[in-house]
């Protein structure tokens, strides 16, 4: 069992909210006594509030995995980090799923998108669930008759959450409505703000932040490294999200970053094992437990879809259910090696991330369980291998790490950014040595070298058509992956599919919010 983890699950009266994600601007969150008179008689409560806050990230309910938060949402399709998974996995090169269930085709072919794919709203409203949740309780939280402990830290920790849940807006539908402890609670329907307008809004909360945030706090939650993450990777993208380069911004927060004494660790794998709570790299997680967070939505998702009894044996990854639905493509796995016989022989450690026994190299069928090889990537056992079969995934999901850091600083330089926190080659051969891979040169290390580099260390860690976007190879034809487009073999698709539609759901619950273009 892990030690020193949020627990979800925490107060009564936690449970009891339920709010309506299409109408989060004009319905505060009911309980049977105020969350306002709930702090004032009981400071403490800040703690399970918080965490509350947390587990809207890696749970579909703190009620228990068969309940949602999200109201007709389905318990089990709609938690945060499935959907991150849906999005910028299935709909990118490297994950297909076969399941092919109410809108699952449309992701996994990047084909056919409307905005009335339930997995479109699923993470448009976790995301319109998250940003009033936080606003409510952030006035609260710094109204008269309420005195928590450490009010500026609370503070700051939702106002990163509430960041967060910005971002995914930000990257995913380009634009929305701007909820802010000003005009939180209004009842008119609030304007529609750009993606610029977002952007400047969660820039401006994370540099105000930054400072306010402790330099380490408990495990799973924001401290400085945290926000300067997030707010690097605001900037890595930003000339995709406002037309404008912010390379050298970048570079300098994770320059920050490196001086926190997060390390390498020099097992690969324990990132993505029961026991990565301890791992020196990851600088945020969500939290995963089999008992005391569970959820069809997180880790579990990851690796009970990538199993099947029909080829795998499930105990091999400490698991007790198999759903016979993930596998990667040539794409992925084609990085380290042009065959199976190749693949299996490479140093590389990440090669071996893929079952081959019984599975085919090409995937010429989406829906045939053996095209293409199953991702073995994470499992439910800890790094030395022990672990007893589970229903629910003990491991946490590395959502920041370190790795990811160095090889978006060395991408900063290859931009242009200026070199500061050291030499760009250095950072890309630490990942690459760390898992058995051989060092490059400096004439080596370009553009497309750190794609396929963060392809090799970073797939189905939810990041990858995000990295396509940026690099200008998602829409289009002139990089194509199996299925792209509908058929095997791939083909172009539009640029109107650098970003999602915005669900009919929201467009009929606020009429200011207008549909993204060709949908």
Partial sequence: MKKNIIKFALISGISLLSVSCLNDLETEPKYEITLENLLAKDPNAIEGLLSKMYSNFALSSTKGPGDSDIDGANAGESPFIRGLINLNDFTADDMKNRWGDGGLDPLTT?????????FFKYVYDRIYYVI???????????????????????????RFLRALAYYYQIDFFGKGALVTTENYGTTTPLPESSRKELFNYVEAELLDIEAKLPDTNSYGRANKSVARMLLAKLYLNAEVYTGTPRYNDCAIFLNKIFGAGYQLESNFHKNFRADNN????????????SNVSQSYGNTTYIINGSLSTATMVLSDYAAAEGWTGHRATKAWYGLFATNAT????????RAKDFWTTGHNWEMNDYKEWTDGYPSIKYSNKASDGSGINVSFSPTDFPMFRLADAYLMYAECVLRGASPIAGDALEFVNKVRTRA?????TSNQLTLDFILNERGRELNLEGHRRSDLIRFGKFTGGSYIWPWKGGI??????????NLFPIPSTALQANP????NPGY
Avoid at 110 to 118: E, L, M, Q, R
Wanted: charged letters at 15%; a negative charge; glycine letters at 4%.
């Fill in 342 to 349: 190749a693949l299996q022989a490479s140093a590389d450690v």
């Fill in 488 to 497: 095997a073999a791939g083909t172009s698709i539009p640029s109107t599919y």
């Fill in 132 to 158: 009033p949740q936080t606003t409510n309780l952030i006035k609260i939280v710094n109204s008269d008759n309420v005195n928590v402990a450490n009010k500026e830290q609370v503070t700051s920790e939702l």
């Fill in 436 to 440: 058995g891979a051989s060092a490059i």
């Fill in 512 to 515: 200011n919010l207008k549909q």
């Fill in 278 to 289: 301890t791992s020196k790299e990851i600088i945020f997680p969500l939290i995963a437990d």
């Fill in 110 to 118: 990047a084909s056919g998108w409307t905005d009335s794919n339930k």
